[in-house]
């Protein structure tokens, strides 16, 4: 994740785009990003490094001061057309998200998954070095199980593929 965008779940003045409605509908949401995307030149491939695992994220850093300079100009020009910049815009942690807390966990589930995030810590930190990123996408998603390029697949085929059905 390079910039933070609205949560559908999140509707709250300082998390949302001064240019929507704090209850518009998902599908306008979409479409409207989409749009302001197209104004904004989005890089190719560049590298990070990853520096620790938490919980169930493995956080990035800039591979060099180059990177760094492009991602934050990259940042202000998302702020810019999507009219949300959030409070920890300059902070925002890069990351790769590969899990989600669906439910409190046990004691022993929670000792195993520490023992999971060691080994992960040290595999991650000592064997991968750096993370190659092919490119920057606008992705959209329905409860975080499946993200998607925007335009690939619309919200509607999402809600099918999970719901079995588009409402």
């Known amino acids: 994740t390079v910039f933070e965008l609205l949560c559908h ?6 998390k949302w785009s001064e240019f929507l409605n704090i209850d518009e509908d ?3 949401i979409d479409q409207f990003f989409a749009e302001a995307f197209k104004r904004v030149d989005m890089p190719g491939a560049f590298k990070m490094k990853p520096v620790r695992v938490r919980d169930t994220v ?4 800039t591979w060099d001061q180059e990177t760094a300079q492009m991602l934050q100009r990259l940042r202000d020009r998302l702020a810019e057309v ?9 902070t925002y942690p890069f990351h790769i998200s590969f899990g ?13 998954l520490e023992a999971c995030q060691r080994t992960l810590q040290e595999t991650v930190l000592f064997d991968w070095g750096e993370v190659e990123m092919k ?7 329905e409860d975080m199980s499946l993200f998607v390029p925007f335009g690939q ?3 509607a085929s999402l809600r099918q593929q999970k719901y079995g059905t588009t409402e």
């Open 58 to 61: 493995v956080d990035l850093e």
């Open 135 to 141: 490119k920057v996408d606008y992705t959209i998603f």
């Open 9 to 14: 779940f999140n509707r709250t003045p300082e």
């Open 100 to 112: 989600y807390r669906l439910q409190v966990l046990s004691e022993a589930e929670e000792r195993e």
């Open 82 to 90: 999507t009219g949300a910049k959030f409070p920890n815009h300059d």
């Open 153 to 155: 697949v619309t919200r």
């Open 26 to 28: 998902l599908e306008h």
